[in-house]
């Protein structure tokens, strides 16, 4: 069954009765989701409460727990501690990953995600031939940091040349980074479930990040996102140069309306292609992290990615 992600935006209270997450807005029952059922709820508004017991119920069921700012960004990430019988000795085997192991996991997630951004390219009637050509030159660690040449190309290939893809920068940034948002909380809830520490990563390792791993895995996965935001664009202004030049001034139909954040909210269950078969992207994003599992046990070399 395909687990549901939740997102509360309006003022509610959460809590839970026989095992079903209760939302209460203004004194009346709004919704009920089995907590067994869910794998993420997002909590955007800052008038929502919640009961220990509320929390306590999702992880345990292994669900992961978003709460965002005004700005959409995540302001806290709770995730299950006791999700694996075996994770000891998981956490032992990626702890002990040797850098040559973990410059060739790099290696591959590079090579994935450009290959990846080269078909959303082709289906998009762009010129595919420079990223093509770069995958083929991507080396152990990516030494020459060839993911940001592709990067360059990518970005102003599939938005035109004046967009710069840049966290506080102009539309649509601000649907990209809602996107994110979303996928960097699925694949640390993945990683804690296939009993790796999110915090370790593979390339990502800045200090202050305490989802280095989850960024690392989930690089050929943005291009999902990208790909949906691209849609929204060509519905809303037409696929090809931007001409909003301030996210502040956007109109409704570019801004991340209720349908937008469903819209995006919804690739989590969208179908994806993985060797040959059909998952939801949610199934796909433990097939990755389980395999990068047997790949820190030495069990198996490439890490599982879907196609675009």
């Known amino acids: 069954m395909i687990k549901r992600t939740v997102s509360i935006d309006n003022p509610s209270r959460l809590n839970i009765e026989h095992k079903q997450l209760v939302i209460t807005q203004n004194n009346e029952t709004v919704g009920m989701v089995p907590v067994e059922d869910i794998a993420l709820l997002i909590v955007e508004n800052p008038n929502v409460t919640y009961t220990h017991s509320c929390f306590m119920s999702l992880l345990e069921n292994n669900a992961a727990i978003v709460l965002t700012g005004k700005d959409h960004y995540p302001a806290g990430l709770f995730l299950p501690l006791q999700t694996n019988s075996v994770q000891t000795e998981r956490f032992k085997s990626q702890i002990e990953a040797t850098e040559a192991l973990k410059k060739q996991l790099w ?6 995600k450009i290959t990846n951004q080269a078909k959303l390219l082709e289906s998009a009637n762009a010129a ?60 640390a809830r993945c990683l804690v479930s296939s009993g790796l520490l999110p915090t370790l990563g593979i390339h990502h390792r800045n200090k202050y990040n305490a989802f280095c791993l989850a960024d690392d895995i989930m690089e050929p996965y943005r291009v999902f996102i ?10 809303a202004d037409g696929a090809g140069e931007l001409e909003v030049q301030d996210v ?20 989590l269950a969208a179908d ?12 796909a994003l433990n097939r990755t992290t389980a395999s990068l599992q047997r790949c820190f046990a030495k069990e198996q070399k490439y890490i599982e990615y879907p196609t675009l």
């Open 107 to 112: 290696q591959q997630i590079v090579r994935k």
């Open 226 to 235: 990208d790909r949906k935001v691209y849609e929204l664009h060509g519905a």
């Open 248 to 267: 502040d001034d956007l109109p409704d139909k570019m801004s991340l309306t209720k349908e937008i954040k469903r819209d995006l909210l919804s690739l």
């Open 128 to 187: 595919t031939a420079p990223l093509t050509e770069i995958v083929r030159k991507v080396k152990s660690g990516d030494s020459n940091n060839l993911e940001a040449y592709a990067a360059r190309y990518y970005w102003k290939s599939l938005f035109g040349k004046r967009f710069k893809r840049d966290r506080f920068g102009l539309y649509p940034n601000n649907l990209l980074n809602y996107g994110y948002i979303i996928l960097r909380a699925a694949a």
């Open 272 to 283: 994806v292609v993985l060797d040959g078969d059909i998952f939801p992207l949610m199934t």
